[in-house]
């Protein structure tokens, strides 16, 4: 079964961190191009990075530029954000998606609630 899990989130005061983790299993994760999309409450999925498959090339969302960071470590299967400065406007649902583009996406994490409030 291919399986994406997601963990890592929390309640942290703005200007605070957080480091999500999504874990893959069930199939070849170093094949694929990922992505990390959050969804806030009342509002759609939005998408906030994407790496390549090599993790060389990457992109960000405008509104998190400078502040977040994707990385993978295909040797443990594994897809991370790396999230500085979190601000109230960053409370939402963060899942991991397979895929070259959220509209493309062909398998996705539960998601892991961020909640960022002081």
């Known amino acids: 079964e291919e399986r994406l899990v997601d963990s890592g989130g929390g309640t942290v005061q703005p200007g605070g961190s957080l480091r999500l983790s999504c874990s893959a299993s069930g199939f070849s994760f170093r094949d694929y191009m990922m992505n990390w999309v959050r969804q806030a409450p009342g509002k759609g999925p939005e998408w906030v990075a994407h790496?390549?498959?090599?993790?060389?090339?990457?992109h960000y969302a405008n509104f998190v530029k400078g502040r977040f960071t994707i990385s993978r470590d295909s040797a443990k299967n594994t897809l991370y954000l790396q999230m500085n400065n979190l601000q109230p406007e960053d409370t939402a649902s963060y899942f991991c998606?397979?895929?070259?583009?959220?509209?493309?996406?062909?398998?996705r994490g539960q998601g892991t609630q961020v909640t960022v409030r002081s």
């Open positions: 998606a397979r895929g070259p583009d959220w509209a493309h996406t062909t398998n």
């Open positions: 790496i390549s498959v090599s993790g060389t090339i990457t």
